[in-house]
Nanobody
Framework: QVQLVEAGGGLVQAGGSLRLSCAASGRTFSRYAMGWFRQAPGKEGGFVAAISRSGGYTPYIDSVEGRFTISLDNAKNTVYLQMNSLNPEDTAVYYC?????????????????WGQGTQVTVSS
């Protein structure tokens, strides 16, 4: 069993940065890959980034590659999403997720556990 709690969202100006965190609890945390998804009414959303259990595989959606970085701190049982060069199109609720995406790393159905979400708003 895994429980996830996100933090770090807020309001920033275009071009600014935020770092989201997702604290995980549970003795089986090390068995799961981690991912970040986002949702916003009337805007494109879905998969953002993911990281394998070893940290060696980190896929990103094209629109954030080069701007966002996902990382994992095993000692703190926490995953991060460093977001740089933010633009208004990044405005959304961001969710972290844990799962075992053996077939697809980019679909919500591949993940079993979800956090409550944290709001990110980027002003123009």
């Amino acid at each position: 069993q895994v429980q996830l709690v996100e933090a770090g969202g807020g309001l920033v100006q275009a071009g600014g940065s935020l770092r989201l965190s997702c604290a995980a609890s549970g003795r089986t945390f090390s068995r799961y890959a981690m991912g970040w998804f986002r949702q916003a009414p009337g805007k494109e959303g879905g998969f953002v980034a993911a990281i394998s259990r070893s940290g060696g595989y980190t896929p990103y959606i094209d629109s954030v590659e080069g701007r966002f970085t996902i990382s994992l701190d095993n000692a703190k049982n926490t995953v991060y999403l460093q977001m740089n060069s933010l633009n208004p199109e990044d405005t959304a609720v961001y969710y972290c997720a844990a799962g075992r995406p053996s077939l697809s790393w980019t679909t919500m159905r591949s993940y079993d556990y979800w956090g409550q979400g944290t709001q990110v708003t980027v002003s123009s």
